[in-house]
């Protein structure tokens, strides 16, 4: 059974940084992309930040693209979230989620696994 686990959301001031982390357990982590998805009440869930299973392709959201960076290691089965120059309309759920396969996708459908989320507050 894949087990996802989000660790670092919490309060912090506009213009301020946070680093998500996502332990990852269950089956073979370097096989599968990474994606980060973030989801505001009453509003569906929207791609935030992907990875591919080598860490050698990156996505983003355009909202985010120049202050947040994804990463991975395969070694300790993890991957990662930078948040810099945070905004309050960064305020959300933050969910990492384990891919189908390799290459990164951007829609919710084409992920297998979700963590039970991590709150990011910005404040303004």
């Known amino acids: 059974q894949v087990q996802l686990v989000e660790s670092g959301g919490g309060l912090v001031q506009a213009g301020g940084s946070l680093r998500l982390s996502c332990a990852a357990s269950?089956?073979?982590?370097?096989?599968?992309?990474m994606g980060w998805f973030r989801q505001v009440p009453g509003k569906e869930r929207e791609f935030v930040a992907g990875?591919?299973?080598?860490?050698?392709?990156?996505y983003y959201a355009d909202s985010v693209k120049g202050r947040f960076a994804i990463s991975r290691d395969n070694a300790r089965n993890t991957v990662y979230l930078q948040m810099n120059s945070l905004k309050p309309e960064d305020t959300a759920v933050y969910y990492c989620?384990?891919?189908?396969?390799?290459?990164?996708?951007?829609?919710?459908?084409?992920?297998?696994?979700w963590g039970q989320g991590t709150q990011v507050t910005v404040s303004s």
């Open positions: 990875i591919d299973w080598a860490g050698g392709a990156t």
């Open positions: 989620a384990e891919g189908h396969g390799l290459v990164v996708r951007k829609l919710s459908s084409s992920y297998d696994y």
């Open positions: 269950g089956r073979t982590f370097g096989s599968y992309a």
